[in-house]
């Protein structure tokens, strides 16, 4: 993995269920390594399997954000059809 990438994870926004986990993630091509719960990992020594499970918990966290802005989009939508709809009453 080249590049820089760093992720937070934790509880999520939006009632969604809690993590316990706090994990940073942090690729580089001059430091590689990976903080879970304040210990740091060298991921040139992380286990294949060790890896894809953070490419996964990548592609999860990511995903979540997508969902998350296009959730905030909605409720934003929501609340305007909900005002135009309450103004059409009112007249």
Known sequence: M??????????PPLGLSPFSLKVAVLFS?????IT??????DTNN?????????????????ELARLEAQIAVFRTAEAG??????DELSL
């Open 46 to 62: 992380l286990s294949e399997s060790a890896k894809a499970q953070v490419v996964s918990l990548q592609f999860v966290q990511q």
């Open 81 to 86: 059809y909900a005002k135009a709809l309450k």
């Open 29 to 33: 091509t001059t430091m590689p390594t």
């Open 2 to 11: 080249s590049g820089l990438f760093f992720v937070l994870f934790g509880s």
């Open 36 to 41: 879970i719960d304040g210990a740091e990992y």
